[in-house]
């Protein structure tokens, strides 16, 4: 088992407070279960680090085996997951990708609130605020929610999507990956070995929340949308940042990409559909345009927009 270092945590005011008190450092095992004995056995030896800076954290030390996650990291997490859970369900699930849509965020009352807290949380990324506040009147996670009710769907969400962070620096340590400093990157060889092991961390942690099952197990389903949740945030505070990786890490749509063909093949799944209609929401949020606004499959809209995102950020660093 690992140990967990939450000092911070006696003086932090955010609401995720309870999520990383409760829950965020099981969920590394507990995504897993059947795997439970397994991770015991080779993965426990590692320890956990919460902090309470706003900045996002999760990263890994694999010389002092240990793994840092920021407050701020989980406060975006959990206000994505929120509105994209309401976002997709509420505007998006059941509608044709053959047919234009209008869709209205500020009809729908929750997800209006919901992605008022998500500008918020994408805001103080951007500008590196430090503070620990919380927006008053709009929502937040709470203790001990109702059974599916939106902050319970959000709690869940994250915590997959914080899991597969995590396995995703256990894997760092557990494949004994070395450091790069920035300078160690001006060199092409050292930076494609960089580039390299993300993708192996990535294929790690993707086969450690999903191996144990196959996608006609219910929890397929969860374990798969948490991934894609997880990803879809790096595309989403790249694209508010202008950039998508390419040089410490490969470029954000194509992680979200690889992973989904992974788990998936070419076969029609929810995620897919999920994956496209929250990338392109950010896109547009952007003021990019799609070339292409009708398709036959979520899986064609997704693999035209990650075109569209190459297109533009696929450079040499």
Known sequence: MPLIDKTCLAGMKSPVRHIMQEHLGNSIFTISPERSAEFAASLGDFRLIYNNERRWIFHADPILKEISVSRGAIELVWCASLAHYLYYTKL???????????????????????????????????????NDDWPEGLPLPVPCPEKESNENVADELTLVACAFLLHHELAHINLRHRGFTKSDLQDSSLR???????????????????????PSVPAFVKRILGITQALLILNMIGLYRGSLGGFSHPFSYDRLDSRLKGALGAQSHVAKGFAFSILD???????????QTKFDTPEEALEHLCDMLAKEFSKSP
């Not at 849509?101 to 609130?113: Q, T």
């Not at 494609?192 to 196959?214: F, R, Y």
């Not at 929401?281 to 070339?291: S, V």
């Open 92 to 130: 998006i699930q059941g509608k044709k990708h053959d047919t234009e849509h209008e869709i209205d965020i500020h009809k729908v009352p929750e997800v209006s609130d919901a992605f008022k807290l998500l500008r918020w949380a994408i805001v103080c990324q951007l500008n590196n605020n430090s």
């Open 192 to 214: 494609q070995l960089c580039l390299d092991q993300e993708k192996d961390a990535d294929a790690t942690a993707a086969e450690w929340v999903l191996g144990g099952i196959t």
């Open 281 to 291: 929401l950010h896109y547009q949020n952007t003021g990019r345009k799609m070339q």
